[in-house]
T-cell receptor
Framework: DGGITQSPKYLFRKEGQNVTLSCEQNLNHDAMYWYRQDPGQGLRLIYYSQIVNDFQKGDIAEGYSVSREKKESFPLTVTSAQKNPTAFYLC??????????FGAGTRLSVL | EDQVTQSPEALRLQEGESSSLNCSYTVSGLRGLFWYRQDPGKGPEFLFTLYSAGEEKEKERLKATLTKKESFLHITAPKPEDSATYLCASLIQGAQKLVFGQGTRLTINP
């Protein structure tokens, strides 16, 4: 079955540490997205990529970085510059912005 | 500024008690209005896309409608398994990103 796989499901970050969240899709979608979800708030866009080797900042990109070396993969790094990283992170993919498919999410907490 | 607002924040119903969730949007140009269902600790599950005012879509006990300023998600005779957070989002003309509302947390009591 086609879909989006996020790993790990749970992740803990120590102060000053960078951590990387994985997102892999086998839907053959060109566009991929990273969202952050905080309790009681809507999803906020961190970064998105419409094609391999190209990506754009979303609304809350500070403290995050991404790469898009392969069509199937769009990893997100939460850097030490992100002072409030505790959240639920969601990866999504789509064709032409329509009917976005989401992964199961990664819950990041700070130790 | 493009904005999507959902109401109410939370809704508790008895099994079989029909109701509606509201999604108001103020965007520069709507390309599509999306509804999702999200269960606790999981990613959103796509339900519907609406493209133009007057359009309606149905799936089991859910029906989504769209006007020029808002969308409604009508739930008819709900069951406990319909309990979830329902998210709406707008896709803006010329953009590749969705603008999400904060969600409505729906609880159906047996």
């Amino acid at each position: 079955d086609g879909g989006i796989t996020q790993s790990p499901k749970y992740l803990f970050r120590k102060e000053g540490q960078n951590v990387t969240l994985s997102c892999e899709q086998n839907l053959n979608h060109d566009a991929m997205y990273w969202y952050r979800q905080d309790p009681g708030q809507g999803l906020r866009l961190i970064y998105y990529s419409q094609i391999v080797n190209d990506f754009q900042k979303g609304d809350i990109a500070e403290g995050y970085s991404v790469s898009r070396e392969k069509k199937e993969s769009f990893p997100l790094t939460v850097t030490s510059a992100q002072k409030n990283p505790t959240a639920f992170y969601l990866c999504a993919s789509s064709i032409d912005g329509e009917g976005k498919h989401f992964g199961a999410g990664t819950r990041l907490s700070v130790l | 500024e493009d904005q999507v607002t959902q109401s109410p924040e939370a809704l508790r119903l008895q099994e079989g008690e029909s109701s509606s969730l509201n999604c108001s949007y103020t965007v520069s140009g709507l390309r599509g209005l999306f509804w999702y269902r999200q269960d606790p600790g999981k990613g959103p599950e796509f339900l519907f896309t609406l493209y133009s005012a007057g359009e309606e879509k149905e799936k089991e006990r859910l029906k989504a409608t769209l006007t020029k300023k808002e969308s409604f998600l009508h739930i008819t005779a709900p069951k406990p398994e319909d309990s979830a957070t329902y998210l709406c989002a707008s896709l803006i003309q010329g953009a590749q990103k969705l603008v999400f509302g904060q969600g409505t947390r729906l609880t159906i009591n047996p």
